[in-house]
């Protein structure tokens, strides 16, 4: 596994402390080496070094066990790449790792960089020859996966150049989270589900990713980017064509991906003239988080004083097709919320007919499905129930599921799980090239309208829960943003 990137915080946060959890589980193949790339000069002892600080920092299984760790850093190495003649050291590298651990030509490429390296990146390993003789070759592709339709084409153009579609992975971590996973599992694995899992009987579906941080220090990506290219284009897509999706004749990973295009291509298009009626910009002003007094978006360090990025989105969406026709999709993500969670909600329709009185039920709220991604990862169900007094009186109660409380185990890193079925081959979590092109086809027309001007950015303070536009948004129909 060649890591490019290798310095940089992505490496240190995710990509090894999942490789060692990966080795203490014994997931890892026998025959199996890291090949850390980056411009910075360096030992491989120097880098194994930082490492060990990076794992006893950020991995989810502390203490480090430093048997285990001492084991697995053995398979480390490390190439400095300050130039592109440097990839001609890394390939010597790699011949001799085939040799000395049997890899047989099998290498995985991680592209761990900022997307400006990606193609000089993937350019070098064809010109150099970084692909083995013999075995198999992959690369996993970080987002942002381009800027927009036409960079994300041309991206995918650049790797076509030396890999095919089947080898390229590009890699949403959304989609290796437990109870993302587990939404299928959910629809395709219980029989009750799916039957009333149609417009039929679903009144709306709403989809948050609520973030309390600011940008942290990503001033220069995020002033760029903004919300719509960051979370919603990517993550909230995904999440989307999930809960949307037909069932797939199988789960395989071309089955699953068949089915989540279907849903994308479904999508109702937003136009530049409709951007001001169905979606809500906002950037947050000072506030507080826990207590603590914040800035805000243009004070950060780094950003604009007059900048126009949005860190809050609200959408309503349609999807055209037989089972949802006219069942609306909210979806809202944003930075300085008041509180950090991401989850789906299932809200069904109310009983067709009220046989108890409203004196009765007084507290009920409609049934509600809600899948919480993260940071508690579970499902919860709301029923309505008589309460245990005398005379009659209903109550909605919930039904909950926690992953820890009911199989005491800790949910594996959705980098550990998307590391080892790339190492495997299993492309079921990764998105294809037309999930991405229809995912860009889908917000390209919004964005084109919002600097068109046709939607003012609102403000919202740091610790609310967006703009009053948002509320607006959604307040038209009657209904109101779940309050996670």
């Not at 590009?170 to 599992?185: P, S």
């Amino acid at each position: 596994m060649v890591i490019f990137g290798a310095s940089g915080d992505l490496t240190a946060r995710k990509l090894i402390p999942a490789l060692y959890n990966l080795a203490l589980q014994r997931l890892l193949p026998a025959s199996f080496a890291v090949i850390g790339s980056a411009r910075r000069q360096m030992t491989a002892h120097e880098f194994r070094a930082e490492l060990h600080d990076a794992v006893a920092e950020h991995s989810r299984t502390r203490p480090i066990n430093e048997e285990v760790w001492a084991a697995f850093a053995r398979s480390i190495d490390y190439v400095a790449t300050p130039s592109e003649s440097a990839y001609d050291d890394l390939r010597q590298v790699l011949t001799r790792k085939d040799v000395e651990i049997g890899a047989n030509g099998n290498r995985l490429f991680y592209l761990a960089t900022p997307p400006a390296a990606y193609e000089p990146i993937i350019r070098a390993i064809g010109a150099h020859g970084l692909r083995g003789e013999t075995g198999w070759s992959r690369i996993v592709v970080e987002k942002p996966y381009g800027h927009d339709l036409q960079s994300a084409m041309q991206l995918t153009s650049v790797v076509h150049e030396v890999f095919r579609e089947d080898e390229v992975f590009r890699i949403d971590h959304y989609l290796g989270k437990e109870t993302v996973q587990n939404i299928l599992v959910l629809r395709f694995a219980n029989a009750i589900f799916e039957p009333i899992w149609t417009r039929q009987y679903v009144d709306h579906v709403q989809i948050t990713a609520a973030e309390t941080i600011g940008i942290e220090e990503r001033a220069g990506y995020y002033d760029s980017a903004g919300a719509m290219r960051d979370i919603v284009q990517n993550h909230l897509l995904q999440l989307l064509a999930l809960v949307g999706m037909e069932p797939p004749a199988a789960f395989d990973d071309r089955s699953v991906r068949d089915e989540k295009v279907k849903i994308l291509r479904a999508l109702r298009p937003i136009t530049p003239h409709e951007v001001g009626s169905l979606t809500v910009r906002g950037q947050y002003g000072p506030g507080f988080i826990a207590g603590e007094r914040v800035v805000g978006y243009r004070k950060e360090p780094g950003v604009a004083p007059d900048s126009n990025t949005e860190t809050f989105v609200a959408l309503k969406c349609f999807v055209d097709n037989w089972r949802w026709e006219g069942t609306p999709f909210y979806i809202r993500t944003g930075k300085r919320l008041p509180k950090r969670t991401t989850e789906i909600a299932i809200r069904f329709r109310v009983a067709p007919h009220r046989i108890f009185t409203r004196e009765t039920s007084t507290e009920l709220e409609p049934n509600e499905l809600v899948l919480r991604i993260q940071p508690d990862e579970g499902i919860s169900l709301t029923i309505a129930a008589k309460v245990p007094v005398q005379g009659f009186s209903i109550r909605s109660v919930n039904m909950d599921f926690g992953y820890g409380a009911s199989f005491m185990v800790d949910a594996p890193d959705a980098y550990e799980t998307l590391i080892l079925d790339a190492l495997r081959g299993d492309a079921t979590l990764f998105t294809r090239r037309d999930e991405v092109e229809q995912q860009w086809s889908f917000v390209d027309p919004i964005i084109a309208g919002w600097h068109e001007g046709r939607q003012e950015l609102a403000t919202y303070p740091a610790g609310s829960w967006g703009p009053e536009q948002a509320e607006a948004l959604i307040a038209r129909d009657g209904r109101k943003w779940r309050r996670p």
